[in-house]
């Protein structure tokens, strides 16, 4: 699978504020149904967008995964701005964190899958580190030509993402959140 990854020099445009119209972050967060309390782990935080509402309302751990320094950089600067002191920030691809085995309770990750170069083995990773009944919430570009985002050539098509985490033993939801963004809500299924 091709990958391709975000310019870090273009950070800024992810705390745009326009952005937060395009992917409000409470709406979306709402599906993770995340509670005071549970741990969670921010795969691709980038600057954290995401990461600092996720750890507003846990008021607990954030591990904030990105495999570029320069992004947890600035999210540490937005994290002191906002007064977050729960984040852990760890430079790491998403196919080997540096995060104990069932150590969190949620995963969420946003507009980050087609940019990881294993994407099989990322998902076993992501097993290995939530809990027993944790829910995962994956947002990403859909297949569809638009003028903003990765080219069109390296999208993941909601509904072979959807099928590759049913493959891996997860129970899928599909979403729509907007004309070229998805959300695939989970569960792990017993086994």
Do not use: C
Not at 7 to 30: F, G, H, M, T
Not at 37 to 45: F, T, W, Y
Request: proline fraction near 6%.
């Amino acid at each position: 699978m091709s990958h391709h990854r975000f310019d870090p020099e273009k950070a800024s445009l992810l705390l745009n504020p326009e952005r937060k119209e395009k992917l409000p972050p409470d709406q979306i967060l709402a599906l993770l149904e995340l509670k005071k309390g549970d741990i969670v782990a921010d795969l691709g935080s980038g600057n954290g967008f995401f990461t600092i509402p996720i750890a507003q309302k846990t008021e607990t751990t954030v591990y904030a995964v990105d495999i570029e320094p320069k992004m947890l950089d600035g999210l540490k600067a937005y994290a002191s701005q906002e007064g977050v002191t729960t984040i852990r920030p760890i430079v790491s691809d998403l196919t080997e964190m540096a995060i104990a085995n069932q150590a969190v309770d949620k995963i969420f990750s946003s507009l980050v899958m087609h940019e990881i170069s294993d994407l099989e083995k990322a998902i076993q990773e992501m097993r290995r580190i939530l809990r027993p009944n944790g829910k995962l919430l994956i947002l990403d570009w859909e297949a569809v030509d638009m003028n903003e985002g990765p080219p069109l050539s390296v999208r993941i098509p909601s509904d072979k993402l959807k099928a590759v985490f049913e493959g891996q033993g997860f129970y899928v939801e599909k979403r729509k959140i907007n004309e070229g963004i998805y959300a695939l809500k989970m569960s792990m299924l017993e086994k």
